[in-house]
């Protein structure tokens, strides 16, 4: 069993299991300290004797960042009587005195330990590790997931068969900008659960409609809308802002939805309201009549709220009283770490649009087209890239604290995201904060 | 047992190293325990608990799962990771342990570790814009 690690590393700890008895069966604790647990290290290399030592391991059930220093054991408590075991490994391991590259190429390390009141299940485990040359890790997936953990997507792009952007008007004197999303059955991908249980009319309230007009500038959120079925009717109705408390609004949006033509699979149909960058209602759409392929996702409408939230600057706090917090960050930190990513995915909605398709086909082949010139695409890349990079120096320890929070309440499927708890938190945070504001001022 | 895999990898399906060999019929998995330690020095462990087996054909990426295979003779126990353990972060995931664990049977409480494996995650590779640059989406420009 081995790992590979790189030169230099700091802070290493690696999961490790131990047995015990004759049939080697998996040993769940308890480890005590009197146990007398110790590590029996090997350093190999090319051209080299053959380097071995002993050292006593430090058991511990400490969840701070291993410090690196001295060997330990961390134990954590699992539920159905489990344990896990992660072994800390000094710092001194990963590097020579001069502080350069060890000489050894590989590491053997191997715990023992015996119970004082049951020595018959003395345990045993370890792992091997190979040294690696150091390569510096890319920012911008990161950052991506990051978001699309915070900022789901609710409908993406290659769920949809196609799009049409018009107008609607229910009274003579009132303008509306209408958006009707066709699905696309895929037979190899599920549907996106936005669209099944978790449906929820909360999440698709103010859910911004990434890059629908490319070079746009602003952004575009969802006031209300409805689902178009492939028999003629609209369902699923939401939005209280549209109109929906005018009794004929239903029969003329019905019938100016079905004037876009028929749908082979059903279709979303959403209202819109366009913001410019500063946030304000009221720049006239451009792109407007446009029907055609998607170029565009629709994302959680935390993404907005963030954003619109670090426009209005309001936080309330009381004198002397500590704030609310999401895991160990006190939520005014997380909302403003947030609110940085958020600026970054409406500010390269295009980019990010081209780069979401390049994922899906490994990173390389980017399908999206002249959506930006190849030289603009390379720029703004690059922009991405350095503000991604400041963003990590200079909030990067709250961030990776926020995953943590993120991925303590995810069960590890991917519909989790758009139900987790750590989203409703934030959006009921920012509704306290600001009221009504957000929704309705802008 | 130790793999490569690279980060932001999609719908991964791996062997595990069986700790010893299986007599008669393989047991159902009671659930899989991950370890796994992040870049950052984080640790996490959680429980993932299994129903039955069975791998679907194609594999989503969406679930864990398992199935048992026999190639003449010799068992192998196979795993379908979520592709949302392979994600890249900010802070990301360096290093993962994967025990595959069965229920109490007439000889055992509690669980039993029946096989396991061990992931090195490799840093996602970077972005290249550049490369295969087609032309599939005419620009929109404002038609009223």
């Given at each position: 069993m081995s790992y590979q690690i790189a030169h230099s590393s700091t802070h290493v700890l690696i999961p490790v299991t131990f047995v015990y008895g004759e049939e080697s069966r998996r040993f769940n604790g308890p480890i005590h300290p009197t146990d007398a647990p110790s590590v029996m290290v090997l350093y190999l290399a090319d051209g080299h004797p053959l380097r071995q030592e002993m050292h006593p391991l430090r058991v511990t059930g400490e969840i701070e960042r291993y410090p690196g220093k001295e060997w330990e054991l961390r134990l954590r408590e699992l539920p159905e009587n489990l344990q896990a075991f992660y072994l800390g490994i000094p710092d001194s391991c990963f590097e020579d005195s001069s502080g350069g590259s060890p000489a050894w190429d590989t590491v053997s390390v191997q715990v023992v330990g015996t119970p004082l009141l049951s020595p018959a299940r003395a345990y045993s485990g370890g792992v091997d590790i190979q040294l690696q040359p150091r390569v510096e890790f890319p920012l911008l997936p990161g950052f991506l997931n990051l978001a699309e953990r915070f900022f789901p997507t609710l409908l993406p792009w290659n769920f949809m068969e196609g799009f049409a952007l018009e107008t609607f008007q229910p009274a003579p004197d009132k303008e509306q900008l209408l958006l009707r999303v066709d699905l696309k059955m895929d037979p190899f991908d599920k549907m996106p659960i936005s669209l099944e249980k978790l449906w929820d009319p909360k999440n698709w309230l103010d859910a911004v409609v990434e890059n629908?007009?490319?070079?746009?500038g602003g952004l575009f959120t969802v006031q209300g809308g409805c689902f178009y079925t492939r028999a003629r009717k609209t369902t699923h109705w939401f939005g209280g802002r549209i109109g929906l408390e005018d009794r004929t609004f239903r029969t003329k949006a019905a019938k100016a939805i079905s004037g876009l033509g028929p749908t082979k699979h059903g279709a979303w149909v959403f209202w819109l309201t366009c913001r410019d960058a500063a946030g304000r209602i009221g720049i006239p759409p451009v792109g407007v009549g446009r029907k055609g392929n998607s170029h565009f996702s629709i994302r959680h409408s935390l993404l907005y709220r963030i954003w619109a939230h670090g426009r209005l600057k309001t936080e309330v706090s009381l004198p002397g009283r500590p704030g609310p917090l999401l895991g160990k960050v006190p939520m005014s930190e997380a909302v403003s770490a947030l609110g940085d990513v958020a600026e970054l995915v409406i500010g390269h909605q295009t980019l990010l649009q081209l780069v979401r398709r390049a994922s899906r086909s490994g990173w390389s082949a980017v399908d999206g087209g002249s959506l930006l010139s190849r030289g603009e695409a390379g720029e703004r890349a690059r922009d991405l890239e350095k503000s991604v990079a400041a963003l990590e120096r200079d909030k990067g320890e709250v961030m990776k604290d926020l995953e943590a929070v993120f991925d303590k309440s995810?069960?590890?499927?991917?519909?989790?995201v758009i139900g987790n708890p750590v989203l409703d938190n934030l959006a009921n945070y920012l509704a306290a904060q600001t009221g009504d504001r957000v929704l309705s001022s802008q | 047992m130790s793999v490569l895999i690279l980060s932001n990898s999609r719908r991964v399906l791996l062997p595990l190293q069986l700790h010893g060999s299986l007599q008669g019929t393989p047991p159902d998995l009671r659930g899989l325990l991950v370890s796994e330690v992040k870049a950052g020095g984080g640790t996490q462990e959680f429980f993932a608990p299994l129903s039955g087996s069975g791998i679907p054909a194609p594999f989503r990426g969406d679930r864990w799962c398992y199935a048992w295979r026999d190639e003449a003779g010799i068992p192998s126990l196979w795993v379908g990771f979520p592709d949302v353990v392979f994600s890249a972060h900010i802070d990301f995931r360096e290093r993962l342990s994967v025990e595959a664990l069965i229920g109490e049977s007439a000889t055992w409480e509690g669980l039993l570790s029946v096989a396991r494996l061990e992931i090195t995650l490799k840093p996602p590779p970077g972005l290249t814009l550049e490369a295969g640059w087609g032309e599939t989406f005419a620009p929109l420009s404002p038609s009223r």
């Open positions: 629908l007009v490319p070079g746009h995810c069960g590890f499927f991917s519909w989790d | -």
